[in-house]
């Protein structure tokens, strides 16, 4: 579903370097993790996947479902089937949060060739998704993501991408600022829409998240590279030694 | 008025002096208005205020003002649905107003051409201060209006819609209002038209002790038209009036606000909207007095600058020396979509009292790109997105007036703005 092939790209601003001849393939189905320390390029992977234009792709590409994604706008991306849940989702005043649901469904099923929902039918899928993520219908009477906690911020997050129904799902740092509560729960949400056509990049710092969401594959980014594969041991065995044998065998 | 000798009068000048010369005999008044409007005339002769008024410095009213209409006492304007339905509307069609209006409760409605007639609304006719371009052009021509009288105690259920149409030529209007004590409604200020019209229009307003008022200018001219508009207000004891200001049209503009608090515990919020396109001039020019002790104002504007339009806010906030206690704070900020566009901002805080919480600020900005990023990564094309932005950013400020159906009514406004120019 998702091949990345000798990716390289760097920040338009100042030019620096991020992702340095980066390979990778997920297939359908698949759940990958992608761990690493710091400033590996984890969430600049992740941003460069939905089309932010901050990054520059200098070479290699990348193709999803055996397409090129480097010429599509963050927009046709999106209604494609990419979806990103976002690590620092934004607050956006003056945008209702239900109108922008609407729209972005609507954007989704323009795309599908389907008609747009009938309001009906949107109230329903909204409120049978918030109840799953115990969200508060009255949060989404706020303005986008405002005055949301950092963990209603990431329910709010896998809501969309319910209510979006996207193929491939990259997730950056879904389980940062979650209680242990909140994370089963945001889990839970993310394992009921595992399916044989959808595949998922979780990004994480934790081996924590991979007990709940349980990768089929585990990739170490180190300095804009893929330096390891492996099963979920590989995470276990990160949570216990670190990265610094990981990095030692590469380097 | 402007006290510069001109060295020739512009043709804009011209026709006005020689249009009052041709109307006077038409206009309505006794002599105490008759005299009011030889004073406004005098003033008009002495030049249009040009930048070198303060005042008018970032509108150049001799240099803008280059083409006044004749009067077409012919044309036919007709009234327009109400911003929120069911609404008692009070119409002046091409500067007459309906003599048969409906019966409100609690309310009683005058043609303003009777009060000038028996000269009762004659001290109300004074220039404001000496750059009174405006009033004076307005009390020298004025021939009609609404004078509408709240009673003391009375909750309006629905609002008074006041429409100002016009249909091209000369319109000259006056709308004054005063509310009892106790007293609650919603008034809405339509202007709009269809003609490439001078339209000067003043409205007056005194809110009794404890009245609240919540007065909606919703001006939608076309972008031939030069709307040249005034708002005055006096707010008494505990008295709150909510003014909220939609600027999304016209060739030239300029909408001055004047309030004083009258009354201690008076409070004044200003809301305002300008949406400006094309190659058309906005103005928005407040001059707020705190008299008082106690009173409180906010003050918040949100401009969208597109194509080659030219915007000004200036705000003025006078503390009087006795006025302690007094709490103000003034926002302007711009979200500018064009290389071509420009807004100038003028804030002035004069205070003489040394017990007050004032501020102001302002901003100008483009559209954040992480929100359109945002709003893009869930499917929202460009041009949708960017759309939902620009909404947003002036939405905020409607969506504070805590009036469902209000803020409904001027949404819609909005959405056809946007349908328009987007």
């Not at chain 1, 759940?31 to 984890?42: C, D, F, T, Y």
Request: hydrophobic letters at 45%; glycine letters at 8%; proline letters at 4%.
């Amino acid at each position: 579903m998702l091949e990345i092939k000798n990716l390289h790209a760097r920040i338009v601003d100042d030019g620096t370097e991020i992702i340095r001849g980066l390979n990778l393939t997920v297939k359908a189905g698949e759940v990958a993790a992608i761990m690493g320390p710091n400033g590996s390029g984890k969430s600049t992977l992740s941003y460069i996947l939905a089309g932010r234009e901050d990054y520059e792709v200098t070479e290699g590409d990348i193709l999803y479902n055996g397409r090129s994604i480097l010429e599509m706008d963050p927009a046709e991306r999106a209604t494609s089937g990419i979806f990103l849940a976002f690590q620092y989702p934004m607050e956006i005043p003056g945008v209702a949060t239900m109108e922008f649901l609407k729209v972005a469904m609507n954007e989704q099923r323009k795309a599908r060739g389907e008609e747009p929902l009938k309001i009906p039918e949107f109230l329903k899928r909204v409120k049978e998704a918030a109840a799953s993520l115990s969200m508060d219908m009255a949060m989404l009477k706020r303005p986008l993501n405002v005055g949301f906690s950092g963990g209603e911020k990431k329910r709010a997050e896998i809501l969309q991408m319910k209510l979006l129904e996207p193929k491939l799902c990259v997730l950056d740092e879904t389980d940062s600022g979650l209680d242990i509560d909140a994370l089963k729960i945001v889990s839970d949400g993310v394992n009921a829409l595992r399916a044989p056509d959808r595949a998922f990049l979780v990004i994480t710092h934790y081996q924590r998240l991979l007990e709940h969401i349980v990768p089929d594959s585990v990739h170490v980014l180190y300095r804009g590279q893929v330096i390891k594969s492996g099963d979920k041991s590989l995470a276990l065995d990160l949570e216990a030694n670190g990265y610094a044998g990981v990095i030692g065998e590469a380097a | 008025m402007n006290m510069h000798t001109q060295p020739q009068r512009t043709p804009a000048e011209t026709a006005l002096i020689d249009a009052f010369g041709d109307r006077l005999s038409l206009l309505p008044g006794d002599g105490a208005v008759m005299l009011k409007r030889d004073d406004a005339i005098e003033a008009i002769k002495h030049g249009l205020p040009t930048r070198r008024v303060e005042s008018w410095h970032y509108t150049d009213l001799r240099r803008l003002l280059s083409v006044v209409p004749d009067f077409d006492p012919a044309a036919m304007a007709k009234a327009i649905a109400p911003i929120v339905e069911g609404s008692a509307v009070l119409p002046v069609l091409n500067g007459k107003s309906d003599a048969k209006v409906p019966a409100i409760e609690g309310v009683a409605v005058q043609c303003l051409s009777e009060k000038l007639i028996d000269g009762s609304i004659a001290p109300g006719l004074d220039p404001y201060g000496s750059d009174d371009a405006i009033g004076a052009l307005n009390t020298a021509f004025v021939a009609d209006g609404y004078f509408v009288d709240i009673a003391d105690g009375a909750e309006l259920e629905k609002p008074i819609e006041l429409q100002n149409v016009q249909a091209g030529g000369q319109t000259h209007v006056r709308l004054a209002v005063r509310v009892g004590a106790g007293a609650k409604a919603v008034i809405v200020e339509r202007q709009a038209g269809d003609g490439a019209a001078l339209v000067s229009s003043v409205s007056q307003l005194v809110l009794g002790e404890g009245a609240e008022v919540t007065w909606l200018i919703v001006q939608e001219q076309p972008d031939t038209a030069t709307h040249l508009a005034q708002f005055k207000a006096h707010i008494g004891k505990n008295a709150k009036l909510t003014l909220f200001v939609m600027n999304a049209g016209g060739k030239l503009v300029r909408q001055e606000v004047m309030v004083k608090t009258t009354g201690e515990g008076a409070d004044f919020k200003l809301r305002g909207i300008n949406l400006l396109a094309g190659d058309t001039h906005s103005d928005v020019t407040m001059v707020l007095d705190h008299a008082v002790p106690h009173t409180t104002s906010t003050e918040v504007i949100r401009n969208v600058v597109t194509g080659k339009a030219r915007g000004v806010f200036q705000g003025r906030i006078n503390v009087h020396q006795y006025a302690q206690k007094t709490n103000a704070k003034m926002a302007c900020n711009t979200l500018l979509l064009s290389d071509d566009g420009e807004f100038s901002t003028k804030p002035e805080l004069e205070i003489f009292a040394d017990d007050v919480v004032c501020g102001h600020g302002a901003t100008v900005t483009e559209i954040d790109h992480d929100h359109l990023f945002y709003l893009m990564a869930r499917g929202v094309d460009e041009k949708s997105a960017r759309g939902l932005l620009v909404k947003a950013f002036v939405a905020e400020v409607i969506e504070e007036l805590d009036d469902e159906t209000i803020v409904e009514a001027l949404e819609a406004r909005l959405d056809e703005w946007f349908v328009t120019h987007g």
